[in-house]
């Protein structure tokens, strides 16, 4: 088993903790943290399981040499742009949501959405 | 050493989210992508490890510190007022405090206190820069609109305290101070002053023969006139007071929250031991 | 008391699901995968990226050249979460400059202006030289982005937001979305050779320096949103 392996393993462990963090902590901005955790495991993830002991940065290529396989290095290099761009979507939407119920508590945000579409209803 | 430093990570992330405080964990965020950083160079992409470098450590970190300067903030201002919230030796005090604190903790938000003038007060509300206006406020004491008062905790008296004999002047008042309750006073009779402080030294001074005042506010500015002034002074209650909060009219969620804890609070008695802790 | 009974054992089960499903996908990640080795498209990359001679990053060569359309249209996504930021950023009020001012620190101005052109310069280089080593133009971009974020923090966002105009942004934000459609369509109307034989360089440059451009004014873009509605750090 090479170290590669092990490594990614150990990142799908933390993406794990991550997936537990964003269900079980209620606080919004707790559960933001734990998305980017996620996120960043799981750009780990890709990047070591094909990882070699040895690779060498696939920059100005001879035959012979081995090298680190360049595809799912620049799949994740566009998604880190992207997850910074959600995250700061997701962060200006709890923003909003912090300054209508003033609180970051998901159970209790929950909880006044269904209170005030129950008074809308009736 | 791979494995070494991806456990490091494992440890990281797992510490991250053990955290109380948001910010240490948004600092221990930054740290587990500088690690991840460093792995990516171990592992032969540096072009992977520029941008997680770059992202990661510096502006996910900035957006959250920006995110979190604000939010999960509740914004009291008040006026410093002794029994009910005031500063000893750099230290927050008062029964107000630990009746907000409570609400705070209650609504998972962190408690700020602004201590600020009296004519400030309606401004920053206004100006959304503040949700909760606290200090020994009373119904009326702000003759604004703009404003809904939250359930009382407390009750006392309006007075008036007046020379007994020999005075001459004005009946002074705070401004913005809303009397039509109490019509004993004329309109014309009252002078107005921007703070406290200026009123009671108008009344040292002689310029004035009494002022209006909440009985919390009128103990706390006894302390601050002479002597000899307080033994010829004499006090007449006007009316009723009822101690509560204020939040801006447009926030009926916070409102309704607010008002929720204060009477969970004093049906559970807390509030009743409070009081006979500050009040003795 | 039921309630939180209820919630506690739902607590577990989740905690265990997910456990013993991530614990699934670690044993398959260990066991059922072989040793690794670059796989077959990597392969070819590497190979193909040894037979041009004007490129050197492998990494390049697949987010530049052979995979363009993934790299545009995840462009086009970080272009709608920066949209959605500044749709926002019209319709919340934000705070009055005047009530915040940045921390004076004579240290930190100075040493910005002294430090922000040559983080700068290092961004373009970045861009420039893509193809070449590491760096990109996402790279090249984010350390662009990383010297406003020096600069926001010593002289204040108002300050900065007057030297990086926002209209001006907008325009080119327009302009650089046009460069790499147009990139794009030129790549799918002629073969690859055709087109690099024609422009040789230039066209990688112009693939990077769209790239570096796009994600320079997005992250500008939201700096200067949460700068404007949180105040100065």
């Known amino acids: 088993m090479s170290t590669g392996l092990l490594a990614s393993a150990i990142s799908v462990v933390i993406v794990c903790i991550g997936v537990l963090g964003l269900i079980l902590k209620r606080n919004l901005l707790m559960k933001l943290l734990s998305l980017n955790i996620v996120n960043t495991a799981t750009i780990l993830f890709f990047v070591l399981i094909v990882y070699n002991p040895g690779d060498r940065a696939p920059i100005d290529p001879t035959p012979g040499v081995q090298y680190a396989d360049p595809l799912p290095q620049a799949l994740v290099l566009t998604s880190i742009v992207i997850n910074f761009g959600v995250l700061a979507l997701s962060l200006l939407f709890t923003m909003v949501l912090v300054k209508r119920y003033h609180t970051l508590d998901l159970i209790k945000i929950e909880d006044f959405v269904r209170r005030e579409f129950e008074e809308e209803k009736s | ?280 | 008391m039921e309630m939180g009974k209820y919630s506690v054992s739902m607590k577990t089960l989740y905690v265990v699901v997910i456990v013993v499903l991530f614990g699934a996908i670690t044993i398959g990640a260990l066991f059922m995968v072989g040793d690794s080795e670059v796989s077959r498209l990597g392969a070819v990359y590497l190979e193909r990226s040894q037979e041009i001679s004007n490129i050197s990053n492998a990494v390049f060569s697949v987010y530049g050249m052979y995979r363009f359309y993934d790299t545009l249209f995840e462009l086009l996504i970080f272009s709608t979460a920066v949209l959605g930021i500044t749709i926002f950023s019209d319709l919340e009020p934000s705070i009055d400059s005047g009530s915040r001012k940045p921390v004076e620190s004579h240290v930190v101005s100075a040493s910005a202006s002294f430090l922000y052109p040559i983080i700068a310069v290092f961004g373009i280089y970045l861009a420039f030289s893509a193809h070449l080593g590491p760096g990109g133009g996402f790279a090249g971009g984010v350390i662009g982005g990383t010297g406003i974020l020096l600069l926001a923090l010593a002289k204040g966002a108002e300050e900065t937001a007057r030297n990086f105009r926002e209209d001006s942004m907008k325009q080119l934000e327009y302009l650089v979305l046009f460069l790499a459609l147009s990139v794009a369509i030129l790549g799918a109307l002629y073969p690859i050779k055709v087109y690099r034989d024609a422009l040789g360089t230039g066209v990688i440059t112009l693939v990077n320096i769209s790239i570096a451009m796009k994600v320079f004014i997005g992250t500008w873009a939201i700096l200067h949103f949460f700068v404007k509605h949180r105040g100065e750090v």
């Open chain 2, 1 to 280: 050493m791979l494995i070494l430093f991806s456990l490091l990570l494992l440890g990281l992330s797992v510490a991250v989210l053990l955290q109380k405080r948001l910010l240490n964990a948004v600092i221990l965020l930054g740290v587990f992508s500088l690690v991840s950083s460093v792995i990516y160079f171990w592992i032969g992409a540096p072009d992977v490890a520029v941008t997680e470098g770059a992202i990661g450590v510096a502006f996910v970190t900035f957006i959250y510190v920006l995110a979190l300067s604000d939010q999960g903030k509740l914004h009291v201002i008040a006026e410093e007022v002794p029994p009910f919230l005031f500063q000893e030796k750099g230290e927050l005090q008062g029964v107000e405090l630990e009746i907000l604190r409570g609400f705070a903790e209650e609504i998972n938000l962190e408690l700020e206190v602004e201590f600020v003038g009296h004519q400030e007060l309606t401004s920053l509300i206004g100006g959304r820069r503040a949700d909760v206006i606290a200090g020994a406020y009373f119904p009326g004491y702000l003759a604004e609109e703009e404003l809904s008062n939250s359930k009382s905790y407390n009750q006392s008296q309006l007075a008036k305290i007046h020379r007994s004999s020999g005075a001459k002047g004005g009946i002074g008042i705070l401004e913005e101070t809303d009397l039509s309750e109490f019509t004993e006073v004329n309109e014309e009779d009252l002078s107005r002053f921007s703070s406290l402080e200026e009123m009671v030294r108008a009344y040292n001074e002689g310029r004035i023969r009494g002022f209006i005042s909440d009985s919390g506010r009128m103990s706390a500015s006894l302390y601050r006139v002479n002597t000899p002034l307080r033994d010829e002074s004499e006090i007449v209650t006007l009316g009723e007071v009822k101690y509560g909060f204020a939040v801006s009219a447009e926030e009926e969620n916070l409102l309704d929250r607010l008002n929720d804890y204060l009477t969970e609070a004093a049906r559970s008695g807390r509030i009743d031991d409070l009081l006979s802790d500050h009040f003795r």
